[in-house]
């Protein structure tokens, strides 16, 4: 997929590139984002060039993720990053992260939001899944903000540097957002009386 750019009244969401390097490393330099998501630990420099020389690009190339670069329009200061990645044939996930001195703002619910809308309209996703180490109440709150229903824990289903974690899961579908969705969608019927 050509890589393209979603814009939000007050953000600009883009797909990272070289110019990004820098503003990555130092967010990443965050205890809290390393503790919380799946960057490597310590961060350095050559993980920061590696993800947005390559790791980031190809995902556009290959339609295996969708990596953006959140910034306060139009050219401003990086703010978050937000990517909706295919775990699997048909499967959406998406994950992301807020630089420590622009939390608190609601940018990253803002972008969450706009890229669920992208991907339910334009990649056809049906639904959208939200996943989060079991204590990470910062991600937690970004998604439930942006409408995700929390749909339980799962056990021992997050891998974070070889160690199985316990994880919330939720999912956004399209008519939470007032989108139609590219498959009806037939909720179970409850069997109590």
Known sequence: ????????????????GPDDEEEVYAACQDPGIQRWTLVPSPYGRE???????EVAPAGWREESGYAF????APDGPL??????????PGLYEIGYWAVREHRGRGYTTEAVLAAARWAF???????????AEVGNHGS???AEKAGFRV??????????????????VGALLPSDLGLPSALPYLPAVSDAV
Do not use: I, Y
């Open 121 to 131: 309209t334009e990649l056809g996703a049906v639904r959208l899944e939200w996943r």
């Open 140 to 142: 937690r709150a970004v």
């Open 69 to 72: 670069a959140v910034r306060l």
């Open 47 to 53: 993980h920061a060039r590696s993800f947005v020389g």
């Open 1 to 16: 997929m050509e890589p393209l750019t979603l814009n939000t009244a007050r953000l600009r969401l883009r797909p990272f």
């Open 151 to 168: 749909e339980g824990t799962m056990r021992a289903a997050l891998r974070t540097r070889d160690t199985l974690r316990d994880c919330w």
């Open 79 to 88: 703010v978050a990053s937000v990517g909706v990645h295919l775990p699997g």
